[in-house]
């Protein structure tokens, strides 16, 4: 399984918490993320606020931090190489990094509105 990296910008928490404040985006990501690694995929998170030196000591982050500063956060890395920088992926993005398949989704027939099809 491939190993996915985030490199989060600085935030109080993996949920966007900021002050009385919560981003959505933030909170679906991060259901996302739980939904991935219960699925077995290697996902990793890294803040820029508590863990400065893991953004130093890998070259793709500290070169886009140096091209294009913050804004270029969050950046996602798939076993070492980007794969998305400026925004989060949604939960088909992790699971096509990660190779998890997709949940196959049950179509029903359709029933009759009465019985004996003679509907009005």
Not at 52 to 58: G, H, L, Q, R, S
Not at 72 to 91: C, F, H, N, Q, T
Request: with cysteine; charged share 20%.
């Amino acid at each position: 399984m491939k190993q996915i990296q985030v490199f989060d910008p600085a935030m109080s928490s993996s949920m966007g918490v900021s002050g009385g404040d919560v981003d959505p985006k933030l909170v679906n990501f991060s259901a996302d993320v739980d939904w991935a690694q219960k699925k077995g995929a290697l996902i990793e998170r890294f803040n820029l606020a508590q863990q400065p030196t893991a953004f130093a000591e890998n070259a793709v982050v500290k070169d886009l931090l140096k091209l294009s500063g913050e804004q270029a956060l969050p950046v996602i890395l798939v076993d070492g190489e980007l794969a998305l920088a400026g925004s989060y992926p949604v939960r088909s993005d992790l699971a096509r990094w990660a190779g998890i398949s997709k949940p196959v989704v049950e179509i029903k027939a359709e029933s009759h509105c009465c019985s004996g099809g003679n509907c009005g």
